[in-house]
């Protein structure tokens, strides 16, 4: 059985919901702002969060209010096609793909409360065992780069493990001072990023410095053309991919077969198609770790869950929140985390 077919059944009663904005200044430099919504009925309340980028985004969502009609006893999978078939932006999103964002958040809740109301949890549903949960934390080294940002955090947690995002500003000599620390696990060359804070191009030069310095770091997101395809040919094992996975379809029609693929279930948007994603990596042998985008409330417990679930053995970029900090405070566990699922419904702690 399909994993969504066994989620889709559940019935769900919804009264209404509400919304709670969160912010926090995190370690790229920026202020993030998300939006919790907390869908309720018969008696419990299910929660998820809207990890859309664009500060706008989230002042209109929660200037407008809980203005969606969302009330009504359905099942989950009915509650899933009426969130996509409505226009959940009171105002034209700052990016398109905040849809999907906005759509994980609601789908995401209204999971939390069908499984809370039904009395279980998303393991028990799925027929899944919740397994220690490896963990890296993603990080950028700065303007311009320095081994301060990763110093800090190794000196209080020595054995963290780190998705790097390399830069043409990288030298030699900061190249060879983090392949001395061991620590790095994959490095994020966002080639498929355009319009964005994190664009970086696609520059041959520092495809064969990274690839060649790192040779058991999983390659992500290359911009591959005429000029970096070439160089990276002899590393396509370890090339994975992460901005353009948005659904399956988007997982066949990558240039080659990859070994693994990083799932974001915000990205994907509707548990129908983040599930189908699972399934079929799982069918075909493609290794899946999960990934980050920067939740400040329960969407982080929710990607962690996930992750224990599917992919507990790759490095998930789903770090406990506090690794985000431009400090991280002393006190944060260590990775693998051991399985902590709510006593009911879809919640990690």
Request: aromatic content about 8%.
């Amino acid at each position: 059985m399909a994993t969504f077919d066994r989620l889709a059944s559940l019935p769900v009663e919804v009264d209404g919901y509400s919304l709670e904005g969160l912010e926090a200044n995190v370690s790229s430099d920026f202020t993030r702002l998300s939006t919790v919504i907390r869908v309720s009925g018969a008696g419990h309340e299910g929660v998820g969060e809207d990890v859309t980028y664009d500060a706008l985004d989230h002042v209109a969502l929660q200037d407008a209010g809980p203005v969606l009609d969302l009330a009504g006893s359905r099942t989950l999978g009915e509650f899933c096609e009426l969130v996509g078939s409505l226009d959940l932006f009171p105002a034209e999103p700052v990016r398109d793909v905040s849809r999907r964002y906005r759509r994980w958040a609601l789908e995401s809740a209204a999971l939390d409360l069908a499984l809370r109301q039904a009395g279980t949890t998303l393991h028990e549903a799925v027929g899944r065992e919740m397994r220690p949960l490896i963990f890296v934390v993603s990080l950028r080294l700065g303007e311009p780069p320095t081994m301060e940002p990763l110093r800090r955090r190794l000196d209080r947690y020595p054995t963290l493990r780190f998705k790097l995002d390399p830069t043409n500003e990288w030298t030699d000599e900061l190249i060879a001072e983090l392949v001395a620390t061991g620590a790095v696990d994959s490095v994020d060359l966002k080639g498929l990023y355009v319009g964005t804070v994190v664009d970086a191009g696609a520059d041959p030069a520092l495809y064969r410095r990274v690839a060649e310095a790192f040779p058991h770091a999983w390659i992500e997101d290359p911009l591959l053309n005429d000029e970096t395809d070439p160089v990276l040919q002899p590393y396509r094992d370890r090339i994975t991919w992460d901005a353009n996975i948005h659904s399956v379809a988007d997982i066949e029609s990558l240039p080659f077969a990859p070994r693994m693929v990083n799932i974001k279930p915000s990205r994907l948007g509707g548990l129908q198609e983040l599930f189908a994603a699972y399934d079929y990596c799982e069918e075909h042998g493609i290794g899946a770790y999960g990934g980050g985008q920067f939740e400040l409330g329960p969407g982080r417990g929710h990607i962690q869950y996930l992750a224990s679930l599917f992919h507990p053995d790759t490095p998930n970029d789903v770090a406990p929140s506090g690794y985000n900090l431009p400090d991280p405070p002393d006190g944060l566990p260590s990775s693998p985390l051991e399985p902590q699922p709510s006593e009911l419904g879809f919640r990690w702690g």
